[in-house]
């Protein structure tokens, strides 16, 4: 039961902690409301035509791709702190995670996936 007691005490703290941050930051802040600071605004800038404008697929994909490589490369610097610990085994197994990214990198490189335009 103590171990309940902990987790509870530490969301009631986080919980706490959250109100009491928005409650100072309420009474530190200037309260100037005017129609300049009111206005809808993307960027500074103010909005202009249609919000639903149709974007090509391939801003996506390209998009997708750099996330994929990005997280999967992420893997590597565990690996690299225990690769001694981990000995032969383990440099096949990130090898093969290798391979198959370059294979991937490949594949999309055939289907022009990484050209922006």
Do not use: H
Request: glycine share 8%; hydrophobic share 60%; charged share 15%.
């Amino acid at each position: 039961m103590g171990n309940y007691f902990d987790v509870f005490l530490f969301l009631a703290t986080a919980v706490i902690f959250v109100f009491l941050g928005l409650w100072a930051a309420k009474l530190v802040r200037p309260a100037l409301p005017n129609t300049g600071k009111q206005s809808i605004f993307e960027c500074g800038e103010r909005p202009f035509g249609d919000s639903r404008l149709k974007f090509r697929i391939r801003y996506y994909i390209f998009a997708l791709v750099f996330v994929i490589f990005d997280v999967e490369a992420i893997f590597l610097y565990p690996w690299a702190v225990v690769f001694r610990d981990i000995g032969l085994a383990g440099l096949i197994e990130m090898l093969v995670f290798i391979g198959i990214l370059v294979v991937g990198l490949i594949y999309a490189w055939k289907k022009k996936v990484l050209q922006w335009v």
